[in-house]
């Protein structure tokens, strides 16, 4: 049974840092692709960004480009999104995504019914 926990969320003043984390089990950490999502209150889940099981190759929304990095560690199956320069309408509900099934990955990776296997969110509120 595959399962994603995030983890890292919290309340940072704009400008700010954090690190979010996702554990994930179930399988092994280098098989699927993987992505963040984020839901603000009110609208739609959209993605923020991915990297490719295959060679590690990663894609960001142009809103966060330059700011957030993400990575992931296969020997400890855990996907992470540096989030720097943090702003205010970065807050949202964040989601830790994995298994792309839809390709060309480049493609539909943003699309949330992309992705077969969801973890439950950690919020991120950014003041100014």
């Known amino acids: 049974q595959v399962q994603l926990v995030e983890s890292g969320g919290g309340s940072v003043q704009a400008g700010g840092s954090l690190r979010l984390s996702c554990a994930a089990s179930g399988y092994a950490g280098y098989a699927y692709s993987m992505g963040w999502f984020r839901q603000a209150p009110g609208k739609e889940r959209e993605g923020v960004a991915v990297?490719?099981?295959?060679?590690?190759?990663?894609v960001y929304a142009d809103s966060v480009k330059g700011r957030f990095t993400i990575s992931r560690d296969n020997a400890k199956n855990t996907l992470y999104l540096q989030m720097n320069s943090l702003k205010p309408e970065d807050t949202a509900m964040y989601y830790c995504?994995?298994?792309?099934?839809?390709?060309?990955?480049?493609?539909?990776?943003?699309?949330?019914?992309?992705?077969?296997?969801w973890g439950q969110g950690t919020q991120v509120t950014v003041s100014s």
């Open positions: 990297i490719t099981a295959r060679d590690s190759s990663t």
């Open positions: 995504a994995a298994h792309l099934t839809v390709g060309p990955w480049s493609v539909t990776w943003y699309r949330r019914q992309s992705w077969k296997y």
